[in-house]
């Protein structure tokens, strides 16, 4: 089954650059997250969208930005990179049905974003 | 706030059981999930639970809900080596879009 894919896996920059992380979600997922897992630390929630929409917001610093396209896409902007940006940094997606909306987030393998 | 906690490690030997405990405090959160960790590697969704239900198994695992003390476990029976990873707990409350609060993980050792 095909599965959320981000892009790229790893990625280098040095302070003060800027990045954009991408992620594809599972096809027919209507919602995005993004997370920040910092090493040894369990995922943090950043921002997610739901129908090309935030749907909530988290511990995204004013630095970042995030949007959701049309076809469902999303992009991480993440600017003024500091080294404490270092982190993985994760995607899920999930199918929303309103007023249910339980299903899972699943999530992709993670972007290791590494700030020298 | 929100907050989970689960203990930090957990070993066992191969083929024992291993239970991982978790307790939560949002009184609203009414889905509860287990993720699994390997090195490296992504978030692996395992199972997850309504609050409206006591126990839901699914193969080797076995998840018990108990609403009322906010405590949440997963069972994995004949634990294998394969089994080692962090596992980490999650709530999120009953609304499309929010994010899921998850605890600091266990980790889980298996020995031969």
């Known amino acids: 089954a095909a599965g959320v894919i981000q892009s790229p896996r790893h990625l280098i920059k040095e302070k003060r650059e800027t990045a954009t992380l991408k992620c594809y979600p599972i096809?027919?997922?209507?919602?995005v997250y993004w997370y920040q897992q910092g090493p040894g630390q369990d995922p943090q929630f950043l921002i997610s969208?739901?129908?090309?929409?935030?749907?909530d917001k988290g511990s995204i610093p004013d630095r970042f930005s995030a949007q959701q396209f049309s076809d469902y896409h999303s992009e991480l902007n993440m600017s003024s990179l500091e080294l404490g940006d270092s982190a993985l940094y994760f995607c899920?997606?999930?199918?929303?049905?309103?007023?249910?909306?339980?299903?899972?987030?699943?999530f992709g393998d993670g972007t290791r974003l590494s700030i020298l | 706030g929100e907050d989970v906690e689960q203990s930090l490690f957990l070993s066992v030997r191969e083929g024992d059981s291993s239970v991982i405990n978790c307790t939560y405090t949002d009184s609203s959160s009414t889905y509860l999930y287990w993720y699994k960790q390997e090195p490296g590697a992504g978030l692996q969704l395992l199972t997850y639970?309504?609050?409206?239900?006591d126990m839901k198994q699914d193969q080797r695992l076995t998840v018990l809900l108990n609403k009322k003390d906010k405590h949440l476990s997963l069972r994995i029976a004949d634990t294998q080596t394969g089994d080692s990873a962090i596992y980490f707990c999650?709530?999120?409350?009953?609304?499309?879009?929010?994010?899921?609060?998850f605890g600091k993980g266990t980790t889980l050792s298996v020995s031969s």
């Open positions: 096809p027919r997922h209507d919602t």
């Open positions: 969208f739901y129908e090309k929409m935030q749907s």
């Open positions: 639970i309504f609050s409206n239900m």
């Open positions: 899920a997606s999930s199918l929303s049905s309103f007023p249910d909306s339980n299903q899972p987030q699943h």
């Open positions: 999650a709530e999120k409350e009953d609304q499309a879009g929010t994010a899921l609060i």
